[in-house]
DNA sequence: GTATCTGCAAAGGTTTTGCAAGCTC
DNA sequence: GAGCTTGCAAAACCTTTGCAGATAC
């Protein structure tokens, strides 16, 4: 994590009148030091792991201030668990989810950007922000034999 | 509901070896005569109100079983509750939410759907579905004075 | 010192499920 | 009659919340 991004925190923190805590900065840092899409306990087994011990609790109420700041962006694919990515290090994406793997491939689209932002304002809608997903089985899970499901199964939705 | 659409309602349970019962005729002639975004206890209302008591669970697996055979369309708009919308009657169609009000606009945009394809494509990835929805404050939204919220509050996500 | 935080455990809310009784075919 | 269905209540699940003790400023 980035001095810069340190000093972004705090100051976010500091407008709202709330605190730095050591626990605050660990799950800052987990996040900004992960390029995936994980859940609250991805992210909970992953500071168990550095001996960080955290509470459920307070990783979800941090990744709500991390979300408000801008540092994360927390994604509904559908399953029942929310998803939270690093917002930081990388530009707008959506997702395109594999109902049998799991896998999950990003992609973006300047002129489906493009027409999103006309069709909101085609019908005097301000856009806030869009959830644009794609369903389906990736390349690896075409060719496997039909058979059960490989990993993460795409539960609920 | 139609004749010809009962016939295909039980050619799809025959198919599966499941049977027709007087609950599961009551829910998909429910849910064909409306043309609204419902989630379950909205139709197990209607279904009270028109004195058919049925059960949620019921109601449920009934949805299921008319999602695979193509007759609802279950959609998750992002707070924490599926709705269903009737299938046969519409064209394929994505939606616009009032993060206010909860108003549901629907849109369509060939071009949108025609990159969607595309990328998937371009992917190896084996389009099933897709779940493309729009956030925002809708025109009666923006010119409220920003004070509390309307009706449907758009909860947790 | 006071207001904000944390962790725990319990609550919340929708959807799913086990089971015994009831229906379809 | 065999096997699928239903309704009930309980379970499941993730996420949120109340509270008392701990901590930041």
């Known amino acids: 994590m980035t001095t810069k991004h340190l000093r972004q925190f705090k100051d976010a923190l500091k407008q709202d009148s709330l605190r730095m805590t050591s626990q ?3 799950i800052l840092d987990d996040v900004l030091g992960s390029e995936e899409h994980r859940e609250c306990d991805d992210i909970y087994l992953s500071l168990r792991q550095k001996k960080v011990p955290v509470s459920r609790a307070t990783i979800y109420r941090t990744l709500d201030i991390l979300e408000k700041a801008g540092f994360v962006r927390k994604m509904d694919i559908g399953d029942g668990r929310f998803r939270y990515e690093n917002k930081l290090a990388q530009t707008h994406h959506d997702h ?4 049998k793997c799991g896998k ?3 992609f973006m689209d ?7 932002d006309q069709i909101a304002s085609d019908n005097g809608f301000h856009l806030v922000k869009h959830s644009h997903q794609l369903y389906g089985l990736c390349g690896a899970c075409q ?8 990993s993460a199964p795409a539960s609920k939705a």
């Open 24 to 26: 605050r900065l660990a």
């Open 96 to 99: 395109m989810i594999c109902l």
């Open 104 to 106: 999950i491939i990003e």
């Open 110 to 116: 300047r002129e489906i950007e493009r027409r999103q």
């Open 143 to 150: 060719d496997l034999p039909a058979a059960e499901d490989q």
